[in-house]
């Protein structure tokens, strides 16, 4: 079959010849349509992601869209390595296969899933989030963060906050739904000021953090800082990504004076029956009301020149 071949952690991959994928005992074969060029199928492509085998040559992509052998429609993921869904066909099972409603199309349902999936799944199966409770969405501006402040309003968030670098981006949430504005690039005395608003005037009750390092930082120092009111009230931090640094510095009396609990979500911290009972549940969303997210495609074979290209849209590849 054709598909994507990662030959170096260090190249893009390469469109070319490579084996088909034999279905054991349990699984059956999936002929792609559309896979997702999410940032953690860049970082597995790598070597660089928590997740990865390290076995190379190695197809890139972690769900996709297909066709079963009887024709039906699925989205699909829960692959394994070296055959990922950047190629003509993958394996999957009956667990990890979700049937997609007619008023959705292919390339939609790749690119929106895995980014929708970090924000649903995290407040849904991770953090039992209930309606009312507000929410501090940490990298709001890009991709996942977008689709993070739609969700966590249609899930009943009294308080959607929204905050990121990019300023057009960031405008642009309040007619996604965000009841509040925090520009990151500001000094950190600035930040802190403004997360603490947020924080403490406003009783944010969750925080979903794509970026961690130094933004992080300001938010946990928002949530310590002394003399405030809500250092007996329960805060649930999620860590999800680490676009701006994989370490933070956490004082230990960040713990000790505030009800904050730190977790993360991901692959590892959800299980796979839990991941896709969150996926089921947020493509009936999807189907009922669409979210607002950018999508393009690309034939598979121009992978190569696309790889590290800018978009602003999630990239999909269609063999």
Not at 86 to 106: G, H, K, M, N, W
Request: proline share 7%; with cysteine.
């Amino acid at each position: 079959m054709n598909a994507a071949v990662v030959h170096s952690f260090a190249a893009p991959p390469r469109y070319t010849a490579f084996a088909d994928p034999v279905p054991a005992d349990g699984e059956f074969l999936v002929t792609v349509t559309a896979a997702g060029l999410h940032p953690i199928v860049r970082s597995l492509a790598k070597g660089a992601h928590y997740g990865s085998a390290g076995i190379l040559p190695l197809v890139p992509g972690v769900d996709g869209v297909g066709r079963l052998p009887d024709g039906s429609r699925v989205y699909f993921g829960a692959t394994h390595p070296p055959f990922g869904t950047f190629a003509e066909r993958c394996v999957s099972t009956p667990a990890t296969c979700l049937p997609i409603p007619d008023a959705l199309d292919d390339v939609t349902v790749a690119a929106v899933m895995n980014p929708g999936m970090s924000s649903y799944g995290a407040l849904t199966e991770r953090i039992q989030f209930a309606a009312g409770e507000s929410v501090l969405i940490l990298g709001a501006t890009g991709s996942a963060g977008q689709l993070a402040v739609q969700i966590a309003k249609r899930l009943g968030a009294r308080r959607a906050v929204a905050a990121g670098r990019n300023p057009e981006a960031l405008e642009a949430l309040e007619s996604l739904g965000a009841d509040a504005l925090i520009s990151l690039d500001q000094d950190r005395d600035a930040l802190v000021a403004a997360l603490r608003e947020e924080i403490a005037g406003q009783k944010i009750d969750v925080v979903l953090d794509y970026v961690w390092g130094p933004p992080a930082e300001a938010v946990l120092a928002a949530i310590a800082q002394k003399g405030l009111d809500h250092a007996a009230r329960r805060i649930r931090y999620v860590e999800i990504g680490s676009m701006a640094g994989q370490t933070i510095s956490l004082p230990g009396a960040t713990l000790r004076s505030s009800g904050l609990e730190l977790v993360g979500s991901g692959f590892g911290s959800v299980s796979m029956e839990h991941i896709f009972r969150a996926l089921a549940l947020f493509l009936v969303e999807a189907a009922k009301q669409p979210f607002q997210f950018k999508a393009c495609a690309a034939p598979l074979c121009d992978v190569e020149s696309l790889w590290n290209a800018p978009a602003d849209a999630r990239l999909v590849f269609q063999p």
